[in-house]
């Protein structure tokens, strides 16, 4: 079973903190991935990664960094944290960009406040 | 650019009851679809994959269809069971476009009372 692995699992922080979200995987995945999720809105992604190095853009960057330092660690970085950050944060991983499975962690509850 | 759209917000049946949950696409390629199922307290996982060769896919009772005219795809159940009470989300991955990520609906809530 794969297995991916977040932290901290609950975060709270003022306006304007810096917060940073850890993710590992132990599968060899290639890619990670991180998605935010809110309701009405499903699931966003953040950023994505195919390999130790590398990052790809997704559809809701804008306040989100992230690195990627190992084939198995994966971080998302919010430096000013704001309140319409307050969200449940998923990390995933799969083996390759052509798959449809997904492998998700439990997920981050970041609160801004 | 690429879309899916998942209009059912909530969804309450009772026991055996039948669920149908329905998603639209919008994409230039070829997609693969999927459906995936979240539980209270976890992670989304995958249910199943329904590809546009053989318009069908199925998994632990669950059973996906896929219409090309309409690009439309939807997820059933002939009898639900309280322990089917989750989030679903539809997804795609456009098969012309490599090492995208799957594009995600906006989750339909269903819940099965006993």
């Known amino acids: 079973e794969a297995a991916v692995t977040q932290s901290p699992r609950n975060k709270v922080t003022v306006t304007g903190g810096n917060v940073t979200l850890s993710c590992r995987q132990t599968?060899?995945?290639?890619?990670m991935y991180w998605y935010r999720q809110d309701t009405g809105h499903g699931l966003r992604l953040i950023h994505y990664?195919?390999?130790?190095?590398?990052?790809q853009i997704g559809d809701v960057p804008d306040g989100y960094k992230a690195t990627r330092t190992t084939q198995e660690d994966f971080f998302l970085l919010l430096e000013l944290a704001s309140p319409s950050q307050t969200s449940l944060y998923f990390c995933?991983?799969?083996?390759?960009?052509?798959?449809?499975?997904?492998?998700f962690g439990e997920g981050s509850k970041l609160t801004v406040l | 650019g690429d879309s899916v759209i998942q209009m059912q917000g909530q969804v309450t049946l009772s026991e055996n009851d039948f669920l149908f949950i329905n998603c639209t696409y919008s994409?230039?390629?070829?997609?693969?679809l999927f459906w995936y199922v979240q539980y209270s307290g976890e992670g989304p996982q995958l249910l199943l994959q329904?590809?546009?060769?053989?318009n069908k896919g199925s998994s632990r009772g669950f059973e996906a269809t896929y219409d090309k005219g309409t690009t439309s795809f939807h997820l059933q159940k002939t009898s639900v069971q309280e322990i089917d009470s989750a989030v679903y989300y539809c997804?795609?991955?456009?098969?012309?476009?490599?090492?995208?990520?799957?594009?995600f609906g906006t989750g339909t809530t269903v819940s099965v009372s006993p």
């Open positions: 995933a991983s799969s083996v390759d960009g052509n798959t449809g499975q997904l492998y």
């Open positions: 599968n060899s995945h290639n890619y």
């Open positions: 990664s195919y390999g130790a190095g590398n990052l």
């Open positions: 994409t230039t390629g070829y997609p693969t």
């Open positions: 329904v590809t546009t060769a053989n």
């Open positions: 997804a795609m991955r456009d098969g012309g476009q490599g090492g995208r990520a799957l594009i």
